[in-house]
């Protein structure tokens, strides 16, 4: 089982839904958590930073963990074009190692 | 405050050419990372260092690949005798502490003919 899963997609939606992108990862000492976001041809550049079960909020943004499941998501609402990246869920794994461990990235468009 | 820099953003190499990829952090970063994307594949930590010190190379490859962060310069990725399943994009982070936010550069786009 891999540390970190998430569904590659890609995913299209109208512009002003609510996109909903999830990652599952195996282990439960996983204690921070991180969605990036990634344009074509760019770096990566985080968007939210978890620590504990439930949720945080930032703008349209809401990074949601479930440790019992080993789940976490990212909402975004009021989707706009603009929004339009694929999203990394990344973990880094305990003992304060330095790498980050990143799922596939989940690929998303937003359509005007 | 300029960003993470990374160049060449593109670089062809014939097989068993050599490859070297520069990073430069940002400014008051002492801290380097090389992540490797792969088609249809995530981001994979390769190495971390420090000024002068690797400090994790658990994910780099044994052979033909080496990184250095020298007291003066920029970091250097450097892969000799490149073959073709070395092509992919090669992303430089750096943070200003142990454990920090990991800021990435634009990528290195490695193509091996």
């Known amino acids: 089982q891999k540390e970190v899963e998430q569904d590659p997609g890609p995913l299209s939606v109208p512009e002003g839904a609510i996109v909903s992108l999830n990652c599952t990862y195996s282990n439960s000492a996983f204690q921070y958590f991180m969605w990036y976001r990634q344009y074509s041809r760019k770096g990566p550049e985080l968007l939210m930073y978890t620590y504990s079960s439930g949720n945080k909020e930032d703008g349209r943004f809401t990074a949601q963990v479930d440790k019992s499941s080993k789940y976490i998501s990212l909402f975004i609402r009021d989707s706009q074009p603009s929004d339009s990246a694929t999203y990394l869920c990344?973990?880094?794994?305990?003992?304060?190692?330095?790498?980050?461990?990143f799922g596939k990235g989940t690929k998303l468009t937003v359509n005007p | 405050n300029a960003g993470v820099m990374q160049n060449p953003r593109h670089l062809v190499r014939r097989r068993g050419q050599e490859a070297r990829l520069r990073c430069s952090p940002m400014k008051g970063h002492s801290h380097v990372y090389w992540y490797r994307q792969l088609p249809e594949e995530g981001l994979k930590f390769m190495v971390y260092?420090?000024?002068?010190?690797?400090?994790?190379e658990s994910g780099m490859p044994k052979e033909r690949f080496s990184a250095e962060f020298p007291k003066e310069g920029p970091s250097i990725l450097r892969i000799q005798q490149v073959v073709r399943g070395d092509s992919a994009a090669y992303f430089c982070?750096?943070?200003?502490?142990?454990?920090?936010?990991?800021?990435f550069g634009p990528g290195t786009r490695l193509t091996v003919t």
């Open positions: 982070a750096s943070s200003p502490m142990a454990l920090g936010e990991q800021y």
């Open positions: 990344a973990i880094p794994p305990p003992g304060g190692s330095e790498k980050l461990v």
């Open positions: 260092l420090q000024k002068e010190n690797i400090i994790d």
